[in-house]
């Protein structure tokens, strides 16, 4: 909601609750929401020092003393004070880091292993889930040596590296044991398939009519993505692109194959998260994220939009006519994940056509391969055996709100780790592939520059094609800088 001030400047009322945290390492509580000119962020309230303690009312600061707002939601109110101390410390330290302003690392909790005597991010969970309503299960073939797939224990850290609040419900380890030749792949619903290598495509082309076969060939990061002048050419009637695979049909000719996959999300994603729809709203989006999103309209309405126009279709060619097989949701940008397709071989002995399509520069595809029949593999699911707090010592809450998926979560806040350990059953006959199943959802931090965005903000984002090729746009002009950024905003993690 916006009005108008005393002193002729507009300013935008909201509802949710809040917690502020600032640039001297304060919280402040907002319990009933406030209200946001270009210069101030107003509201009734208390205000507590770094360590919590030492309240007095709170009486308005500029906006340039935010560093970031966390909408409340009933799994965080109640929050320990101790957690939300150690979230105003990280606060103060970013703030006073000059990162706050451009912190735009994130979207999810990250997964780290160690590979190598380094920690190599394997999986970034949940993404995209930004509200409660949106909570998922996400599940990822993590990439370790054999050495740590058949050791007693393994053990993964759990970082939070962005303004972000994560709230992780539910952690376990899925262990399949198979032959050497084989690996398991989750498909798009999360449930691991068995596959093999897959052969690679014997032509691809993509919607400019470039020769990307090279590219999708091997695993290595030398990867496809949308030609630039592509991308330069989206309308809103026109927003996609796509890849065109042709593979020699798999052995047996006939029934079901699997189309495998590496890949992740391009940063257009994040730019149209952040900048599109949070940032344009200015304090719009405190109440979209906090309230709206909370209610099943708009948060239908929301899904339904995304769902239909992100992600990447897969379809096959039967006679002449694509088909869709399957939709891949969007996974992140942060960590390549595999994905095993299961489609549906067209009659005859003829070579295989697939076509991969999706909105303009979304996806980075590293290898398409493609596999033949799918096969369900026996799964042991693996519960925590312990976690480790920030602080090096065990903490039995994290470890008892991460074993069922229930109405119990894991809170972390920005620059929080977290390090949890399975016990692996008795070591594989032959082969193993580990599986991390990660439940949630998280809570973007509304930036204090978003705030400064009030006197020119359109309202709370609707979902719109009109959107998409706005953030489409603007993703064309600063796509470098953005990717530079983003990489660069990375919390450190204690």
């Known amino acids: 909601m916006q009005g108008v001030d005393p002193a002729g400047g507009e300013v935008g009322y909201f ?130 040596d054999a050495d740590a797939t058949s050791g007693e224990t393994l053990t993964l850290e759990l970082r939070n590296e962005a303004l972000e609040t994560h709230f992780v419900n539910h952690l376990s380890l899925l262990v399949v044991d198979h032959s050497p030749d084989l690996r398991a792949v989750p498909d798009p619903t999360g449930r691991p398939l068995l596959v093999g290598g897959g052969a690679p495509p014997l032509a691809a082309r993509d919607r400019a009519g470039r020769d990307v076969g090279f590219l999708l060939a091997a695993r290595d990061e030398s990867a496809f993505r949308t030609a630039r002048s592509r991308l330069g050419s989206v309308t809103e009637e026109d927003l996609t692109d796509h890849v065109d695979l042709i593979f020699p049909r798999p052995a047996g000719g006939a029934g079901d194959a699997t189309l495998v996959l590496d890949l992740k999300n391009t940063l257009f994603n994040s730019l149209l998260f952040y900048d599109v729809m949070l940032a344009d709203a200015g304090s719009a989006a405190i109440d979209w994220l906090g309230s709206d999103l909370d209610r099943i309209g708009p948060a239908l309405e929301l899904g339904r939009w995304y769902q239909d126009r992100m992600g990447l279709r897969v379809l096959v060619d039967e006679g002449g006519e694509w088909i869709e097989a399957d939709h891949v949701g969007d996974v992140g940008p942060i960590a390549w994940k595999e994905l095993a397709v299961p489609i549906r071989l067209p009659a005859g002995n003829q070579d295989v056509k697939v076509r991969l399509e999706f909105v303009a520069d979304s996806w980075f595809i590293d290898r398409a391969g493609l596999a ?96 998409l090729v706005d953030a489409l746009g603007r993703w064309d002009q600063v796509m470098e800088a953005f990717e530079s950024d983003f990489h660069g905003t990375r919390i450190p993690v204690r």
């Open 15 to 144: 509802q949710t609750p809040i917690r502020a945290f600032l640039l001297d390492g304060s919280v402040a509580f907002l319990p009933t929401g406030g209200s946001v000119t270009p210069d101030s962020l107003q509201g009734l309230g208390t205000r507590f020092d770094i360590t919590l303690e030492n309240p007095r009312p709170f009486g308005g600061i500029p906006t340039d003393s935010v560093v970031g707002i966390e909408v409340y939601d009933d799994a965080s109110v109640d929050l320990p004070l101790t957690v939300l101390a150690a979230a105003a410390s990280t606060a103060a330290t970013i703030a006073l880091g000059i990162v706050a302003s451009v912190a735009i690392f994130g979207s999810c909790p990250t997964v780290y292993a160690d590979v190598g005597g380094e920690p190599a991010v394997q999986m970034e969970a949940f993404s995209y889930s930004i509200v409660p309503l949106f909570e998922s299960r996400d599940v990822a073939a993590l990439r370790l």
């Open 372 to 467: 033949g029949f799918p096969v369900r593999p026996e799964v042991v699911s693996v519960a925590p055996s312990e976690i480790l707090g920030p602080d090096g010592a065990v903490d039995e809450q994290a470890w008892s709100r991460s074993l069922h998926a229930d109405e119990m979560y894991l809170a972390t806040y920005p620059g929080q780790s977290y390090q949890v350990s399975f016990r692996l059953p008795g070591e594989p006959d032959e082969s193993r592939t580990l599986l991390l199943a990660a439940q949630g959802y998280y809570r973007e931090w509304i930036r204090g520059p978003w705030l400064d965005r009030t006197s020119r903000a359109r309202g709370p984002f609707e979902p719109s094609d009109d959107a």
